[in-house]
Each structure stands twice: as structure tokens, then as C-alpha cells.
């Protein structure tokens, strides 16, 4: 029903830049994405959210440094992430959301390994 496509992980040096997308194929019409990550020993933490209508929110931890964006029309979100530092170093999975009617719920991708190095 939906299939999410992550590119964009990597590893990197504190300091810098990279930026995440996920491109999302689906029959039906996606309300919220967002991105969400794990550290090994770690619970999935969310990172970043945006509804259809471009409403945002952060986790904590990077406010400042994340933006979020998504363009409808290519059904892609994407995670512009600045001042990476080593606990940034985690598997981001993009996360896709239908709220209501046939198919809602959450999917997930296959996740894209950040890695930050000191």
C-alpha cells in the first residue's frame, strides 16, 4: 500500500551537513510524515514531523539544527540536518502516516544508517 525509499545517510565529521529524503509510492493519499530514529540500545525517538499542510515539530534534541520539509506533489519529505554531532549517529527510518479511512496507520522504510564522527 505504501512503500517509503530512504537515500541521503552517511557518515560525516561533527560539524557538517547532510540531507535525508524518502520518496513515498502509495495508492492512496499520505497525511503526516516524519522522521524517526534509533540509536543501538536506544528506543525510536522521533526526530522531525510534518503534516500535509507543512505544520512541523522536533524533537528536542534538534531544534536549531533539523528542518523538515515535504513536497506533496512527489509525495517526498526531506531532513536537512546542520551541526551534526556524534549523538546524532543513529538508523533514521522515514515514517509515513494515513489517519483515517482504508489503509491508515503508520509504514515505515528500511532506514538509512547517520553516522557522526568526533
Known amino acids: 500500500q505504501v512503500q517509503l525509499v530512504e537515500s541521503g545517510g552517511g557518515l560525516v565529521q561533527a560539524g557538517e551537513s547532510l540531507r535525508l529524503s524518502c520518496a513515498a509510492s502509495s495508492i492512496f493519499r499520505i497525511d503526516d510524515m516524519g522522521w524517526y530514529r534509533q540509536a543501538p540500545g536506544e528506543r525510536r525517538e522521533l526526530v522531525a514531523g510534518i503534516t500535509r499542510g507543512g505544520n512541523t515539530n522536533y524533537g528536542e534534541s534538534v531544534k536549531g539544527r533539523f528542518t523538515i520539509s515535504r513536497d506533496n506533489a512527489k509525495n517526498t519529505v526531506y531532513l536537512q540536518m546542520t551541526s551534526l554531532k556524534p549523538e546524532d549517529t543513529a538508523v533514521y527510518y522515514c515514517?509515513?502516516?494515513?489517519?483515517?479511512?482504508w489503509g491508515s496507520g503508520d509504514y515505515w522504510g528500511q532506514g538509512t544508517q547517520v553516522s557522526v564522527s568526533s
Open positions: 515514517n509515513a502516516r494515513k489517519i483515517t479511512g
